[in-house]
């Protein structure tokens, strides 16, 4: 067909297609976690899985990631044991760094779950709620299903 093409200004998108705003990071978060949120929150948002509600809580998930990645980088540069002369002989202890990183790491499974952050969570959360037990045996009594 001959005419002017058309320009994108006089396309109208359908709802579908219209990207939801995405929030920014806090201003109290560190600028790691701020990192890991502009990261991970267009995905959660096109998920529908971070309202406004959730912010302080997915602030948190952010935070305990760039914990994990910090206290990590400081084990990989110190090591995750040192040695102690005792009464015994001589002991391996864990360093603060590592253990500060087993609570880091458990918050953020913790937190994580809440947002669908592993694939078990992220099917569970698709999938809705659990659903009734006797909804399919139902639907076939009743002939709907």
């Not at 359908?14 to 790691?32: T, Y």
């Not at 949120?37 to 998930?61: M, S």
């Not at 969570?121 to 299903?145: K, P």
Request: net charge negative.
């Amino acid at each position: 067909m001959r005419g002017r093409k058309p320009t994108l200004d006089n396309v109208v998108p359908m709802r579908g297609d219209v990207p939801k705003p995405v929030p920014e990071p806090h201003d109290l978060m560190s600028e790691s976690a701020k990192q890991v949120w502009e990261r991970l929150a267009p995905e959660l948002v096109r998920k529908d899985r971070l309202e406004p509600i959730w912010e302080d809580t997915f602030a948190a998930y952010c935070e305990a990631v760039a914990d994990v990645v910090e206290l990590t980088s400081n084990i990989t540069l110190e090591g995750r044991t040192y040695t102690v002369r005792t009464r015994n002989g001589l002991q391996q202890k864990k360093t603060a760094n590592w253990q500060a990183r087993q609570d880091a790491l458990s918050n953020m499974r913790q937190l994580g779950a809440l947002f669908g952050m592993s694939p078990v969570d992220d099917t569970r959360l698709a999938n809705g709620a659990q659903g009734d037990l006797f909804d399919q045996i139902m639907r076939q009594l009743d002939g709907s299903g």
